[in-house]
């Protein structure tokens, strides 16, 4: 993520962050509540709905799936991870 490394290295994602836009297949940054709050996660939006989404978050396990809130850096339960 920005900020991260030096100044020269540029980000591997490209986020999508207009919660208004998203479409299945972007990739979000979420965040996670609980013992994880302000980590940084990268995931894909599986399913878009209009009061929440579903995001594959875990490369490990493809068919994890963790619902969060419909926000431009959608929030994910604790409980769910």
Known sequence: MQ???T????????FNFDAKS??????VSYRVNGSLEGFPFVG????VH???VVI?????EPDKRYRGT?????????SEI
């Open 3 to 5: 900020g991260m490394r």
């Open 7 to 14: 100044s020269d290295e540029v980000c591997p994602f490209e």
């Open 22 to 27: 998203f479409k299945v297949g972007d990739t």
């Open 44 to 47: 894909r939006l599986v399913e």
């Open 50 to 52: 209009d009061d929440h």
């Open 56 to 60: 594959a978050g875990d490369a490990a």
């Open 70 to 78: 419909r926000e431009s850096r959608p929030q994910v339960d604790y």
